[in-house]
């Protein structure tokens, strides 16, 4: 059994997913001095092997959240899910909030990214946040979005709704949809005919319109149901109280 570096506590190897798409992950042990070396931490972290720790770091860079990465994925969608990205697909993952949207996008990209595919994940507030930043330098974010292999945005629909974001946007999923680069993983609690709607209410109907059709152009459905996770976690906690 592998061990923590610093305090030498034995760590658990667990399995993560469902053959053949699975992959063998390390726990973090989780003391002091391991979280003070992860916090300074460089492109190395030498709690892995050479191999493991090159995926670890392309895992850290792709943006997967803390909350999600090395997590198993109990979602009946999961096999769907991974047979169609691995073949190339694009994904459209739709619900309501709370039924595991975010972290079935992101053991998606973890196992792409296992099989030796690059990836990123980000938000869609995000883009826009970044956006906002990169006007007064040279730095050019649609190029860095449309880098790797795959590219998940979380939570479509979220943003503000402006004339200016929906055309940024629209220029993002157009220049994915027309040089088929990244294959595009969105995550959205509307699906796509509400989606429209949802991004027409402050803008433009047409532009809306050509953003959701080139998404569903390069993805293929997969929709989540079911209650809020979280929050019913949170209330079976109070009633045990």
Not at 60 to 76: F, M, N
Not at 83 to 98: D, R, Y
Not at 214 to 228: C, P, V
Request: hydrophobic share 35%; net charge neutral.
């Amino acid at each position: 059994m592998p061990s923590c570096q610093y305090c030498g506590k034995e760590l658990g190897v667990h399995v993560v997913g469902e053959k053949p798409f699975t992959h063998t992950v390390i726990d973090l042990c989780g003391c002091e001095k391991e979280a003070a070396s992860l916090r300074l931490a460089g492109p190395e972290i030498s709690l892995y092997s050479d191999d493991e720790s090159r995926i670890a770091n392309r895992i850290k860079r792709a943006g997967i959240p803390t909350r999600y990465r090395g997590k198993s994925c109990t979602s009946g969608k999961t096999r769907e899910a991974i047979e169609l990205s691995t073949q190339g697909n694009g994904l459209f993952i739709s619900g309501p909030v709370g039924v595991g949207k975010t972290h079935l996008a992101c053991f998606v990209l973890e196992t792409l990214i296992y099989a030796g595919h690059t990836g990123r994940f980000i938000g869609s507030c995000e883009i826009f946040d970044q956006l906002h930043r990169a006007f007064d330098t040279k730095r050019d974010v649609m190029s860095e979005l449309c880098k790797s292999d795959y590219l998940v945005i979380d939570d479509l629909g979220k943003e503000p709704q402006t004339n200016w974001t929906l055309s940024q946007l629209y220029s993002l999923i157009d220049r994915i949809w027309l040089y088929e680069r990244p294959v595009l993983i969105v995550t959205s609690q509307y699906q796509a005919s509400k989606l429209i709607k949802h991004f027409s209410q402050e803008s433009d109907a047409e532009i809306a319109a050509a953003i959701v059709s080139r998404i569903a152009a390069i993805t293929k459905k997969i929709n989540l149901t079911g209650g809020d996770k979280r929050l019913e976690s949170y209330l079976n906690e109070e009633q045990e109280q």
